[in-house]
């Protein structure tokens, strides 16, 4: 079954006259022997004029191939050497030019290299490589204290999501992400957290309280009494699958405010991951459409995915990935030292000293909201792929915070997917921060996706998850469900709802959480 989840791969392979001519300048060129003068051999005693002529044990030789790095008795690939396969690179990453690279995560091309300005398909694009990870100059986590600090350029992409998956299948034989994190456990784990993941396709089971799968502050209501977009609380607890089937679609652990993770006919929704037609239909989805690019052509649905940040990853899953590629999700206190952000609450967003009052926004107030200053492009002024309501209704129908300043491909009248909205990495190119005027910087912190980080105290994971910067839906992102206490009790019996220490993690802090408006990227150590 793992055909299901492989990419598009364009494998450029050495041609064979490549190979001839690697043989003729390093091997020595052998004349043919003269066997014109029949006398010349001495048929009594089996000796010849034979010099040059090959014995068999000398033809083998001459015929065997080259010795190559990464085979048996041989050092391994260094990185931007030739490789067959990932096995052969130090790095264990051969890309899809066969050449070997730093992070395994992006060896495919459709997210693996495609991150920067312009789209794949125009002529002028200049893309890199979605795995570069820029130095924090000045910054010190104290956990690695004697260790540079590395945070990646680009938010995550799907593809490279992909390709984690792809690995898992490749070592195991089916996606059991339980099984890979006991052989290769991470550094910032909660083992708690591993019920939560895939251990096959369909996989395990896990229930879930009624009280997390919708929204405990509406108990009793009807649907039309709680309003559009809320989750009604179900009458029991749900059996959920645990599967990679249902990983990064539709079906969540913990429901929040705009999550926008299905592709239900008429929900818009824009998860980034690709998954098969009969996957999607089986979960009561609809099959992504191939959208249209910008010269009139048709786009497969997997690639026009695959180059886009990643979202619809339960915070664990992003963590897990970032150890895959030999980091961590990157942290609160790193995230706000690169754009200069300070301390603020869960329900207020921006980058830097920009920030939006999410309750005033909600109310048509922008006065008590800063969207221009500091380190980051200003909110509004074209440059950051951000809006304020998720499903771009409010405040006001028309509203210019529900702007949108990406949009590609083209779904045309698909009513189940909106993915158009969120961005590959790096075509935003003014949305770009540095923390100092000569450096390298990072694109999407302001905008794109909100991003999910480790909440850090002096370098300390205190086991929550917190949110940073802006993007698609930031305001839906900030509602009351996702980022506020719940009361400790809600409604009356016999439905009455008793928070206890579990349900009582703000949601989005919550580890196997997720939503189409949060991605990540990671951080390193060296």
């Given at each position: 079954m793992n055909y299901r989840y492989v990419s598009f791969l364009f494998l450029f392979a050495c041609s064979t006259s490549k190979i001839v001519d690697k043989v003729n300048t390093e091997l020595p060129i052998q004349n043919p022997p003269d066997i014109a003068d029949a006398s010349t051999v001495d048929v009594n005693t089996n000796n010849s004029n034979d010099a040059g002529m090959l014995d068999a044990t000398d033809e083998a030789e001459a015929m065997a191939p080259m010795p190559h790095c990464g085979d048996p008795n041989m050092p391994a690939c260094q990185l931007g050497e030739d490789c067959r396969s990932s096995s052969d690179c130090n790095s264990n990453a051969c890309d899809y030019t066969n050449h070997c690279i730093a992070y395994k995560s992006c060896v495919n091309h459709f997210g693996g290299d495609t991150c920067g300005s312009l789209e794949v398909e125009e002529i002028n694009a200049v893309h890199e490589t979605c795995c570069k990870p820029l130095q924090v100059n000045g910054y010190t986590d104290n956990i690695h204290a004697n260790q540079t600090v590395y945070v990646d350029k680009y938010e995550i992409t799907a593809g490279r999501m992909r390709a984690f998956v792809n690995a898992v299948i490749a070592e195991f034989g089916k996606p059991d992400f339980k099984a890979w994190v006991a052989k290769h456990h991470p550094s910032v784990w909660n083992d708690n957290w591993t019920q939560f993941l895939p251990s096959d396709y369909e996989g395990d089971s896990i229930t879930i309280s009624r009280f997390l799968l919708g929204d405990p502050r509406h108990i009793g209501e009807t649907q039309a009494q709680a309003g559009p977009g809320v989750v009604l609380v179900p009458d029991t607890d749900q059996v959920i699958s645990t599967g990679l089937d249902h990983q990064f679609n539709g079906q969540v652990f913990a429901d929040t405010h705009g999550n926008n993770c299905g592709t239900y006919d008429g929900s818009y929704g824009f998860p980034t991951f690709w998954y098969p037609a009969n996957v999607l239909t089986a979960a009561g989805e609809v099959a992504r459409p191939n959208p249209i690019g910008f010269k009139g052509q048709t786009i497969d649905a997997e690639q026009a995915l695959d180059v886009k940040s990643m979202n619809c990853a339960s915070n664990l899953m992003f963590q897990l990935f970032c150890s895959f590629d030999g980091g961590q999700l990157a942290t609160s206190e790193v995230w706000d030292?690169?754009?200069?952000?300070?301390?603020?609450?869960?329900?207020?967003?921006?980058?830097?000293?920009?920030?939006?009052?999410?309750?005033?926004?909600?109310?048509?107030?922008?006065?008590?909201?800063?969207?221009?200053?500091?380190?980051?492009?200003?909110?509004?002024?074209?440059?950051?792929?951000?809006?304020?309501?998720?499903?771009?209704?409010?405040p006001v129908p028309g509203s210019p915070l529900n702007t949108n300043f990406y949009h590609y491909p083209d779904y045309g009248t698909a009513t189940n997917d909106k993915s158009w909205i969120v961005a590959a990495p790096g075509r935003m190119t003014g949305d770009v921060v540095r923390t100092n005027p000569a450096d390298e910087g990072w694109y999407d912190l302001a905008g794109n996706l909100t991003?999910?980080?480790?909440?850090?105290?002096?370098?300390?994971?205190?086991?929550?998850?917190?949110?940073?910067?802006?993007?698609?839906?930031?305001?839906?992102?900030?509602?009351?469900?996702?980022?506020?206490?719940?009361?400790?009790?809600?409604?009356?019996?016999?439905?009455?709802?008793?928070?206890?220490?579990?349900q009582g993690i703000i949601r989005v802090q919550r580890p196997e959480v997720k939503s189409g408006l949060v991605g990540s990227r990671c951080m390193y150590f060296k």
């Open positions: 030292y690169i754009t200069a952000t300070p301390a603020r609450t869960l329900d207020v967003s921006g980058c830097g000293v920009q920030y939006s009052n999410h309750a005033d926004l909600l109310s048509n107030i922008t006065t008590t909201s800063v969207f221009i200053g500091g380190r980051c492009a200003a909110a509004y002024g074209g440059q950051v792929n951000l809006f304020f309501d998720a499903g771009q209704a409010l991003e999910t980080v480790l909440e850090t105290v002096n370098g300390n994971f205190d086991g929550m998850f917190s949110l940073r910067g802006q993007g698609v839906g930031f305001g839906s992102e900030r509602s009351d469900l996702n980022v506020y206490q719940l009361p400790l009790t809600v409604g009356t019996a016999p439905n009455l709802f008793t928070d206890n220490a579990d």
